[in-house]
């Protein structure tokens, strides 16, 4: 699947343009204030307004969507209200992706803006006010669906009415679908009873013409996100998410070490503290130097060393200063193991290590930087598999305006590091690093975030 069904555009396009200006509209009237949800109970708040809401669906790291009808406990609950009178238009109308539970995007040009799209479509058919999306752990993302007409409705403006339609017949063409545009454009027009002169619509403070193929995108943002919470800031994440990507990889390398040697890698090593040295197996030594120590209680503890110091002053001056103390208090973080590892890789290169490792006791998780000679080597698949966990890590400590340039710097870095050039001509659609004749990609999506990663030879589509 490709592309989404012509029963599904067809049925959602006389009401796509007043779906794209009431998500417009309640996007608008979210900005600044707290949103606040019940969704088991149905509903929403923004601030102190109240509003209907339920879970439509969640789109996962394969590119599938699932609508939240067939999530155990939801079906029958307020919270699947909405996905539930979806697969009765589905079923009525004929409409696989409604009545399906589990849609695959994977096939689609871009998985997660097709997610979006999708979103956007259901919005339209159920007559609601907007879709938002959050995520939900690595790079998945949950969609509620909103019912806000006291902040959606009213009178329409040409300005916000053309940027609105211009949205909604973009959704249409990235489909093949322009042969909707002209119901779209009437069923707002009836929507809020404009008259039609040929091709355009007439409104109190001016027209809109019909949108066509040579007007260009618009770059307007239908589906709201609702940003992480505790971000890092993006002047330390610019350092700190390429060292990840770099250690990590380092880290997967001692892995496929070790297991070739028939060393059981889970067993944890041996820490000779006079020798500086991680034992593993009681057969393969490392040279290492402490990094710190995790507490279970949340607490991350500095160690002494060149690596935790640079780390100390990278985060002091990225804009997390209490982070440079000697002993930090991430409890209070939504993402306190998240940031340990953030800071774990970030002194482990900034010290000149290649990996990292940690190691249980009872005071909690020592971290140790690999920094033994011997650096084993790292395949193309190790660096992907390293970029997909820090990828999953960063997604839920950056904030979306800055996704795209941290995902950048943080892809192109391990590329480089692990010997391929980087190669800017696939950008921003894709992340390119090219060593002689192989390449490595990392396919990203309108949002800033890595969908997809693929190595092969150079030329060749992953």
Not at 85 to 98: A, K, S, T
Not at 262 to 277: F, I, L, N, Q, S
Not at 355 to 368: D, I, K, L, N, Q
Request: net charge negative.
């Amino acid at each position: 699947m490709d592309s989404f069904s012509d029963a599904l555009l067809t049925l959602a396009a006389p009401r796509l343009g007043v779906a794209a200006e009431r998500s417009a509209r309640l996007n608008r009237a979210l900005e600044g204030t707290t949103f606040r949800r019940n969704l088991e109970a149905g509903v929403a708040w923004s601030g102190d307004r109240r509003m209907a809401a339920g879970i439509l669906g969640s789109h996962a790291e394969d590119n599938t969507f699932q609508w939240s009808w067939v999530v155990p406990g939801f079906a029958g609950t307020p919270a699947a209200a909405h996905a539930e009178r979806l697969r009765e238009i589905g079923e009525r109308r004929g409409v696989p992706e409604l009545t399906e539970p589990l849609v695959d995007l994977g096939g689609f040009y871009d998985p997660r803006a097709a997610a979006d799209d999708l979103a956007l479509l259901a919005v339209a058919l159920l007559d609601a006010s907007a879709a938002i999306r959050h995520g939900h752990g690595g790079r998945a993302l949950t969609f509620i669906v909103a019912d806000a007409p006291d902040l959606t409705s009213g009178a329409p403006a040409a300005e916000q009415a053309g940027a609105c339609l211009r949205r909604a017949a973009d959704l249409l063409g990235d489909y093949d679908a322009r042969q909707h545009t002209d119901a779209m454009m009437r069923g707002y027009a009836g929507h809020h009873g404009l008259a039609v002169r040929g091709t355009e619509i007439e409104l109190p403070d001016g027209t809109v013409p019909f949108p066509t193929k040579d007007d260009g995108r618009s770059g307007l943002l239908l589906v709201n996100e609702l940003d992480v919470n505790g971000p890092v800031p993006a002047s330390l994440l610019a350092t700190a998410a390429p060292a990840m990507a770099c250690v990590l990889a380092g880290q997967n390398a001692l892995i496929d070490r070790l297991s070739d040697d028939g060393v059981d890698w889970r067993t944890p090593p041996e820490w000779d503290a006079a020798a500086g040295t991680l034992r593993f197996g009681g057969t393969v030594t490392v040279q290492a130097r402490e990094i710190g120590v995790f507490a279970q209680n949340g607490t991350w503890t500095w160690a002494d060393g060149d690596g935790p110091a640079q780390a100390k002053e990278l985060v002091a001056a990225g804009g997390e200063p209490s982070w440079a103390a000697g002993e930090v208090d991430l409890s209070g973080h939504p993402r306190p193991a998240h940031v340990a590892e953030l800071l774990t890789c970030a002194a482990a290169r900034l010290g000149g290590g290649w990996g990292a490792w940690s190691v249980p006791g009872p005071g909690g998780e020592r971290r140790f930087a690999l920094v033994d000679p011997e650096q084993p080597g790292t395949g193309p698949d190790t660096m992907l598999a390293a970029l997909h966990t820090s990828a999953n890590i960063v997604q839920q400590l950056v904030l979306r305006r800055d996704r795209y340039e941290i995902t950048r710097a943080m892809a192109l870095g391990v590329f480089e590091h692990c010997g391929y050039v980087p190669w800017h001509a696939g950008e921003p659609e894709f992340l390119m690093g090219v060593q002689g004749l192989y390449q490595v990609r990392a396919y990203v999506s309108v949002d800033g975030t890595i969908y997809r990663l693929s190595s092969g030879l150079f030329g060749q589509p992953g």
